[in-house]
T-cell receptor
Framework: RKEVEQDPGPFNVPEGATVAFNCTYS??????FFWYRQDCRKEPKLLMSVYSSGNEDGRFTAQLNRASQYISLLIRDSKLSDSATYLC??????FGTGTRLQVFP | NAGVMQNPRHLVRRRGQEARLRCSPM?????VYWYRQLPEEGLKFMVYLQKENIIDESGMPKERFSAEFPKEGPSILRIQQVVRGDSAAYFC????????????FGPGTRLTVT
């Protein structure tokens, strides 16, 4: 089993839609969870940290479910500019392979 | 505040040559990380350094690869005797001293081995 797993997608959603991604991790002792976004052939950009109590930043909400060992990212009111690959990170340095999101007009 | 800087952005080496990749962290950041990304694959952790100290090199290949972060100057990732399989994008990231793992990435160096 991989340390971090993500559905590669793509998730194709219309503008204004709400979309959610999950990321599962195998090590129950994992700490330091993050979400990044990566545009094609660019560097990853930090989106948000994931705290035990959850974290919200504008249209983005991140949650941690320790019992089921996954983190989630919810994007509300999707914009065309949200189209990217979303990477989850566990233990600070273990990156998932990403979930691709494509928002269409 | 300038972001993380990496140079060169593109590097072409012949098999057997050495590649030296440089990374200057954001001002005030004391942690540096190096990752490798192959086409259509995820980021693979290589090494985590603080000034003059390697914290975690569990992702570094045992041979030909080395990294340093001297007291003065940029962090260097060095690949000796490059092979075609070393062709990849190498990303460096830095994080502030009070928030390890909150990483800000540089634009990457694309290494091509011919």
């Amino acid at each position: 089993r991989k340390e971090v797993e993500q559905d590669p997608g793509p998730f194709n959603v219309p503008e204004g839609a709400t979309v959610a991604f999950n990321c599962t991790y195998s090590n129950s002792a994992s700490q330091s969870f993050f979400w990044y976004r990566q545009d094609c052939r660019k560097e990853p950009k930090l989106l948000m940290s994931v705290y035990s109590s959850g974290n919200e930043d504008g249209r983005f909400t991140a949650q941690l479910n320790r019992a089921s060992q996954y983190i989630s990212l919810l994007i509300r009111d999707s914009k065309l500019s949200d189209s990217a690959t979303y990477l989850c990170v566990v233990n600070g340095i273990i990156f998932g392979t990403g979930t691709r999101l494509q928002v269409f007009p | 505040n300038a972001g993380v800087m990496q140079n060169p952005r593109h590097l072409v080496r012949r098999r057997g040559q050495e590649a030296r990749l440089r990374c200057s962290p954001m001002k005030g950041h004391s942690h540096v990380y190096w990752y490798r990304q192959l086409p259509e694959e995820g980021l693979k952790f290589m090494v985590y350094l603080q000034k003059e100290n390697i914290i975690d090199e569990s992702g570094m290949p045992k041979e030909r690869f080395s990294a340093e972060f001297p007291k003065e100057g940029p962090s260097i990732l060095r690949i000796q005797q490059v092979v075609r399989g070393d062709s990849a994008a190498y990303f460096c990231a830095s994080s502030p001293p009070d928030s390890a793992y909150e990483q800000y990435f540089g634009p990457g160096t694309r290494l091509t081995v011919t």
